[in-house]
T-cell receptor, first 113, second 115 residues
Framework: AQSVSQHNHHVILSEAASLELGCNYS??????LFWYVQYPGQHLQLLLK????DPLVKGIKGFEAEFIKSKFSFNLRKPSVQWSDTAEYFC???????????WGAGTKLIIKP | GAVVSQHPSRVICKSGTSVKIECRSL??????MFWYRQFPKQSLMLMAT?????????EQGVEKDKFLINHASLTLSTLTVTSAHPEDSSFYIC???????????FGPGTRLTVL
């Protein structure tokens, strides 16, 4: 079955701490992977995406994610978080032949100033 | 990136009435639009997929007679919540894709409150 698992539902960090949000997926065939962010009171925005090529992808606002095919993972990282990174983060996957997204449950990230 | 708008952003209605939510792709032609519902403290739930000019495909458990979807043009899809009830109160989000590819562009969402 197709699914996306995000390991943590809530993460609380202090400013300047390093961040890693886990995402594992189960999906047959070639995958495309996404991280979306939803800031409080705002709509979903694409943070970064992986289609092919370099498995380390860089997104907006200093975020990056690494696709590890052998581990079926696409973890999101940021070396030093800011208070403004407080948001909910969603991992999602689809395939080349089916662009319907399969969503993770989301991770609420709270950064303490 | 491409822009998707939704209207209205917030709507409050009485129980038993119908509410229409519009989703527009402003600068591209959306061959496929998706409608999601977001419950508090939960992830997005796909309700239906609509392709321009054809009937929407509903996910299991979503009542097609209650959530009417019309994708009449390449830039507009509408979701009508018929005979709304308080349990229909939620955040409804649409997204659109303009090609058989991988990226969806999301609208800002519509907060529906049914009294």
């Amino acid at each position: 079955a197709q699914s996306v698992s995000q390991h943590n539902h809530h993460v609380i960090l202090s400013e300047a701490a390093s961040l890693e949000l886990g995402c594992n997926y189960s999906y047959g065939g070639t995958v495309n992977l996404f991280w979306y962010v939803q800031y409080p009171g705002q709509h979903l925005q694409l943070l970064l995406k992986y289609f092919s090529g370099d498995p380390l992808v860089k997104g907006i606002k200093g975020f990056e994610a690494e696709f590890i095919k052998s581990k079926f993972s696409f973890n999101l990282r940021k070396p030093s978080v800011q208070w403004s990174d407080t948001a909910e983060y969603f991992c999602a996957v689809n395939g080349d032949s089916n662009y319907q997204l399969i969503w993770g449950a989301g991770t609420k990230l709270i950064i303490k100033p | 990136g491409a822009v998707v708008s939704q209207h209205p952003s917030r709507v409050i209605c009485k129980s038993g009435t119908s509410v229409k939510i519009e989703c527009r792709s402003l600068d591209f032609q959306a061959t496929t639009m998706f409608w999601y519902r977001q419950f508090p403290k939960q992830s997005l739930m796909l309700m239906a997929t609509s392709n321009e000019g054809s009937k929407a495909t509903y996910e299991q458990g979503v009542e097609k007679d209650k959530f009417l979807i019309n994708h009449a043009s390449l830039t507009l899809s509408t979701l009508t919540v018929t005979s709304a009830h308080p349990e229909d109160s939620s955040f409804y989000i649409c997204s659109a894709t303009g090609r058989p590819n991988n990226e969806q562009f999301f609208g800002p969402g519509t907060r529906l409150t049914v009294l």
